[in-house]
């Protein structure tokens, strides 16, 4: 998985009221994903500027995780003078949102005339996709798999990319006008688990996770997500329930990062985490209670 370049870490030091200026930073990458090649930095040692602050950029390793970055003063106090920051990676590429107006009010495809939802409705899937999709397109050009969006795929995806369902057809993909025969959708590795989650399931889902981002491959995960909806016949406030779709891209520490299309918020969730997203609605999103996994053919 190819990362963002570079992460910015800045440790400014002061003395009892203003920033200190001359005084000597010392930066090391102190962890790392095991196996993890390519991280470096590109400042070691330096000094604080006229505002008190020291800058190093770390490039990050080849592996979508957690880095350790510490900044050691020597000159300043002991019980004060080192700071950890960590940086993790994420897609270089677009990560699509269901609701961008460039495609949030077309019909999502499907091949019942009757089904009338909108991809900003219910295009997690798709969206999810569509990123996953143009990941691969742009870290392999060899392949030649087309760059695509929501739209162009709510379009490519016709006439069979739909199940009875009105659900995105995941094995469709691997068609050569998506993907060039190009991209495999593991069905073996298609997990769905009941809530709540019991341990086993947890560590399953977790462990499948890893495996596929060490090597590089992003996953799409579908989770638990409900929102408070008034029901004006009862006049109340009812809770909805339904599924969602994101895509997993990277680990920081025990938590994964992921690509909502549904906000703009990019979330870090353990697999069994549920996360509040709006605190005036009680939105909720999690745990993660399905996995869905694609793969290259060269």
Not at 34 to 46: F, P
Request: hydrophobic fraction near 35%; include cysteine; charge should be neutral.
């Amino acid at each position: 998985m190819r990362l963002d370049n570079q992460n910015i870490s800045t440790v400014t030091i002061s003395g009892t009221t203003t920033p200190v200026s001359g005084i000597g930073v010392n930066f090391t990458i102190s962890t790392y994903p095991a196996g993890a090649e390519g991280q470096e930095l590109t400042i070691i040692s330096t000094r604080t500027n006229q505002n008190g602050q020291a800058t190093t950029q770390l490039r990050l390793g080849n592996i979508p995780a957690g880095y350790g970055v510490t900044a050691f003063c020597p000159s300043c106090v002991p019980e004060a003078n080192s700071v950890i920051f960590t940086c993790c990676g994420k897609l270089k590429t677009d990560d699509f949102k269901q609701f961008d107006e460039r495609w949030a009010y077309d019909l999502y495809n499907t091949t019942s005339p009757t089904y009338q939802k909108t991809i900003g409705q219910v295009g997690c899937a798709l969206s999810s996709l569509a990123t996953l999709i143009n990941y691969y397109s742009q870290i392999f050009p060899e392949l030649n798999i087309p760059l695509t969006n929501p739209k162009d795929l709510n379009m490519k995806l016709l006439p069979n990319g739909f199940n009875i369902y009105h659900d995105v057809d995941f094995e469709s993909v691997s068609s050569i006008r998506i993907s060039s025969g190009h991209l495999m959708y593991i069905s073996t590795s298609s997990l769905n688990y009941a809530l709540p989650l019991t341990n086993t399931s947890i560590e399953e889902i977790n462990n499948t996770l890893v495996k596929y981002l060490n090597q590089n491959m992003p996953i799409i995960v579908r989770v638990y997500r409900s929102k408070m909806v008034y029901n004006s016949i009862k006049g109340v406030y009812e809770r909805k329930e339904w599924r969602h779709f994101m895509l997993v891209v990277g680990k920081c520490g025990d938590k994964f990062i992921v690509s909502d299309p549904g906000s703009l918020t990019r979330w870090t969730i353990g697999v069994s985490d549920i996360v509040a997203i709006d605190t005036a609605t009680q939105d909720i999103i999690g745990p993660i209670d399905g996995v869905r996994v694609f793969s290259i053919i060269r």
